[in-house]
Structure formats: structure tokens, C-alpha cells
Nanobody, 121 residues
Framework: QVQLAESGGGSVQAGGSLRLSCAAS????????MDWSRQVPGKERELVAS???????NYANSVKGRFTISRDSAKNTVYLQMNNLKPEDTAVYYC???????????????WGQGTEVTVSS
């Protein structure tokens, strides 16, 4: 079983910055993709950014040029640096990892509890 501990959410004014962190712990042999998604009440969850095991990032068009995803594989941690935040970035942000507990194990999805980000105009 894998536990994800998210931190870094909060309230900022438009134009401000926040850095989200998500540390994975538990039965981990290796982690493949790590990503952040967000959800606003009443709307579908949106994938914001992802990063492969090799460090290749991918971003939603809505955050390109403003958000940066990175990972520290030694710490099983993924980060999301959010700059030039806009009110439309307000959401609950969720961390997700794809991991396995041993070499020949299946790949499992794990989700964090979510951290709130509020951007005021």
C-alpha cells in the first residue's frame, strides 16, 4: 500500500506563486508516472501536469509557461511550482502516482487526499 502526503496549498492573490509537494511512502519498489490533477466542484477532474520516470514533463495548455512539474526520485516526491496564478486555477489539487511494490508486481494507482488552492483577484 502506498500513502501520498500532499502539502503546499493555500490562498494567494492573482499573480502569486505556490509550490505543491507530494511525497509517496509505503510499499514502493519503483514509480513510473507522477502527476497532478485538479477539480472544481461540479466539474470533471483535469490533468494539469505529469512527469515520466525519465523526467519528461507534460502540461495542460491552460498552465503551460506558468506551472513546472519536477520530481525527486530518491525521495519519491513530486513537486508542482505554480507561478502567475490566476483565479481560474482555484481548485483542489490531487497528486497521483503509478507504482509497483516489487520487480514483477503489477502497477497500481495511488491518489492523495487533495490540497486546496485558492487564487483571489
Amino acid at each position: 500500500q502506498v500513502q501520498l502526503a500532499e502539502s503546499g496549498g493555500g490562498s494567494v492573490q492573482a499573480g502569486g506563486s505556490l509550490r505543491l509537494s507530494c511525497a509517496a511512502s509505503g510499499s514502493i519498489f519503483s514509480i513510473d508516472t507522477m502527476d497532478w490533477s485538479r477539480q472544481v466542484p461540479g466539474k470533471e477532474r483535469e490533468l494539469v501536469a505529469s512527469i515520466t520516470a525519465g523526467g519528461m514533463p507534460n502540461y495542460a495548455n491552460s498552465v503551460k509557461g506558468r506551472f513546472t512539474i519536477s520530481r525527486d526520485s530518491a525521495k519519491n516526491t513530486v513537486y508542482l511550482q505554480m507561478n502567475n496564478l490566476k483565479p481560474e486555477d482555484t481548485a483542489v489539487y490531487y497528486c497521483h502516482v503509478l507504482s509497483r511494490s516489487h520487480l514483477l508486481g503489477r502497477w497500481d494507482d495511488s491518489w492523495g487526499q487533495g490540497t486546496e488552492v485558492t487564487v483571489s483577484s
